[in-house]
């Protein structure tokens, strides 16, 4: 899972009747070596204006290639930023280039093909209020196994699957693993939200960011299933990090 993170913080400014936005990058892994989007701009919409008259194009943006899974376990990187009107964002745009690609475990790397209906643009709703002085963070999680979609013949579609996290609303969980070398899938579920995933790396550690508030089941998978454990009532707080130490894995 990929995601570009937009950030909202408040400034120590005077009231200038504009917002900062920026848009980081970041990633849950996915079962890929490497996965590389082609990010060229990014957009967002006024929700007052007409469908296209309204969108206006972050000016401090870093195009290039990104492998989203060098963004896992809590790393990201800035994509874009800017200063913008206080307004309702309603929706935001990525736009893509053409050199995407996908390598896959044996080595082999194939290009990633953008369905023509997307080649405009991969949006997302967002429905966020920017107040005047305050730098606002949001976080866009791609699900990189969801968004590579096999046509056949050895080649892939890019269809992004992608859902929004505002920082506001949301906290996170992070913790480490041991035995580290179990690596195990992470899930942290709930029946009032979406369960959300991620993967503890080669130290065992694990973060898995964009956590609504709540009260959750989170749940380690390892190969086989017999290195499993489930940590009950893990409650998590608004914008805050839980952390639950270290969870020891049954050997």
Same mark, same amino acid.
């Given at each position: 899972?990929?995601?570009?993170?937009?950030?909202? %913080?408040?400034? =120590?400014?005077?009231?200038?009747?504009?917002?900062?936005?920026?848009?980081?990058?970041?990633?849950?892994?996915? +079962?890929?070596?490497?996965?590389?989007?082609?990010?060229?701009?990014?957009?967002?919409?006024?929700?007052?204006? /007409?469908?296209? %008259?309204?969108?206006?194009?972050?000016?401090?943006?870093?195009?290039?290639? &990104?492998?989203?899974?060098?963004? $896992?376990? @809590?790393?990201?990187?800035?994509? $874009?930023?800017?200063?913008?009107?206080?307004?309702?964002?309603?929706?935001?745009?990525?736009?893509? /280039?053409?050199?995407?690609?996908?390598?896959?475990?044996?080595?082999?790397?194939? #290009?990633?093909?953008?369905?023509?209906?997307?080649?405009?643009?991969?949006?997302?709703?967002?429905? $966020?209020?920017?107040?005047?002085?305050?730098? &606002?963070?949001?976080?866009?999680?791609?699900? *990189? *196994?969801? %968004?590579?979609?096999?046509?056949?013949? @050895?080649?892939?579609?890019?269809? #992004?699957?992608?859902?929004?996290?505002?920082?506001?609303? *949301?906290?996170?969980?992070?913790?480490?693993? $041991?035995?580290?070398?179990?690596?195990?899938?992470?899930?942290?579920? %709930?029946?009032?939200? =979406?369960?959300?995933? @991620?993967? *503890?790396?080669?130290?065992? =550690?694990?973060?898995?960011?964009?956590?609504?508030?709540?009260?959750?089941?989170?749940?380690?998978?390892?190969? @086989?299933?017999?290195?499993?454990?489930?940590?009950?009532?893990?409650?998590?707080?608004?914008?805050?990090?839980? +952390?639950?130490?270290?969870?020891?894995?049954?050997?």
């Amino acid at each position: 899972m990929l995601g570009c993170l937009v950030w909202f %913080s408040a400034c =120590d400014s005077e009231n200038t009747g504009e917002a900062t936005m920026e848009v980081r990058m970041t990633d849950s892994p996915g +079962d890929y070596e490497e996965v590389n989007v082609d990010v060229q701009s990014v957009q967002v919409h006024k929700e007052a204006d /007409g469908d296209e %008259s309204g969108w206006i194009t972050l000016d401090e943006i870093n195009p290039g290639i &990104y492998n989203l899974l060098d963004f $896992a376990n @809590g790393k990201d990187t800035l994509l $874009a930023s800017s200063t913008l009107p206080a307004s309702r964002i309603s929706q935001i745009r990525l736009i893509l /280039g053409q050199n995407n690609s996908l390598k896959l475990k044996d080595g082999t790397v194939t #290009p990633l093909v953008t369905p023509s209906g997307q080649q405009s643009g991969v949006k997302l709703q967002i429905n $966020a209020d920017l107040e005047s002085d305050v730098t &606002y963070v949001l976080l866009l999680d791609f699900d *990189a *196994a969801k %968004s590579i979609v096999p046509r056949g013949n @050895g080649q892939y579609n890019l269809k #992004p699957v992608v859902r929004t996290i505002t920082n506001a609303v *949301a906290g996170g969980i992070r913790g480490s693993v $041991a035995p580290a070398e179990y690596m195990p899938g992470i899930y942290v579920i %709930s029946a009032a939200n =979406d369960t959300i995933g @991620g993967f *503890a790396n080669e130290n065992g =550690d694990f973060l898995v960011k964009g956590v609504p508030a709540g009260i959750y089941t989170v749940k380690f998978y390892t190969e @086989g299933d017999a290195h499993n454990r489930t940590l009950e009532n893990v409650s998590v707080t608004q914008n805050q990090i839980k +952390d639950v130490g270290t969870v020891e894995l049954p050997e």
